[in-house]
């Protein structure tokens, strides 16, 4: 039973950080694309970044590239969604999800593989 637990969301001023987590249980770790997406109230939700627990599939949305890095600790069966420069645009619920299956190629197609998903985080910048 695949289980996604999301922590680190929180409040900040515009321009400061925050860095996601999302620890993956259930499956074996290294078959994982995980996805992060986010959706501001009253609006679609995005995928904003994805990586496959192999370490390949890195991919951004134009919207945070250069500003946000997916990254993984292996030893702690966690994926990472470092934010920098956030702006008041950046507030949304953030989420991960995860597919057992390879990373697709464009990051608009993230989320027809994403099976699983995590309860959500809240992040707020003002």
């Given amino acids: 039973h695949v289980q996604l637990v999301e922590s680190g969301g929180g409040s900040v001023q515009a321009g400061g950080s925050l860095t996601l987590s999302c620890e993956i249980s259930g499956h074996p770790y290294d078959e994982f694309c995980v996805g992060w997406f986010r959706q501001p109230p009253g609006k679609k939700r995005e995928g904003i ?24 600790d292996t ?17 949304a619920m953030y989420y991960c999800a ?29």
Avoid: P
């Fill in 49 to 72: 970044a994805s990586i496959h627990t192999s370490g390949d599939g890195i991919l951004y949305a134009d919207s945070v590239k250069g500003r946000f890095t997916v990254s993984q």
């Fill in 75 to 91: 030893g702690k069966n966690m994926i990472k969604l470092r934010m920098d420069s956030l702006e008041v645009d950046d507030s």
């Fill in 98 to 126: 995860a597919g057992i299956t390879r990373c697709v190629s464009t990051i608009n197609a993230l989320a027809v593989i994403m099976h699983y998903w995590g309860q959500g985080t809240q992040v707020t910048v003002s």
